[in-house]
């Protein structure tokens, strides 16, 4: 059986909330929240499924926590060859909707630029409302974008086909 490891930067909670209910959703999972368990990109090395949670800030940039380790990753490109990867993270598309969940986009190409096997999880963009995300590949997110600021309502549903998804994909 293929070992999953949920990776989680997130500042308002809601990304944090995600990857908990991913957790219990993604039988015999591992959490590792960015700020307070994670330790050196060795630590992607003792996964075969890499599910990478982000929240968007600034102008679509990723979480806080995540910023040395993908500085570290862009130079030394670590060989992530073999490792699945989907990616999900928040994102306001009303207020913030000209970067929204921009920050999945750009992780996205730097894990597959490492060797990782990308594409997986994709989203469709129906549904909402926004301006602009470097997320958007091709029509699709390239992950699942969680807006519990203006729907909320929607997001439980969202996690919970976003995981069924993930592993239809990945044959988990």
Request: with cysteine; net charge negative; aromatic share 12%.
């Amino acid at each position: 059986m293929a070992s999953v490891g949920i990776f989680v930067g997130s500042s308002g909670g809601v990304t944090q909330e995600a990857a908990e209910k991913l957790e219990e959703l993604f039988d015999g999972a591992e959490l590792i929240n960015m700020e307070e368990d994670y330790d050196d990109l060795d630590q992607f090395d003792e996964f075969d499924v890499l599910l990478i949670g982000s929240s968007t800030w600034g102008q679509g940039d990723p979480q806080r926590d995540w910023v040395d380790p993908l500085y570290e990753m862009e130079n030394e490109e670590p060989d992530f060859s073999g490792k699945k990867v989907a990616f999900f993270g928040a994102g306001d598309q009303k207020t913030h909707g000209e970067h929204f969940v921009s920050a999945l986009g750009k992780m996205e190409e730097i894990f597959h630029k490492c060797g990782a096997k990308t594409g997986f999880g994709h989203w469709p963009t129906d549904g909402y409302e926004y301006d602009y995300s470097y997320a958007e590949k091709a029509g699709r997110f390239c992950g699942l974008p969680i807006d519990d600021i203006n729907q909320e309502e929607l997001t439980e549903e969202r996690i919970t086909s976003w995981a069924a998804q993930v592993k239809g994909e990945m044959g988990l």
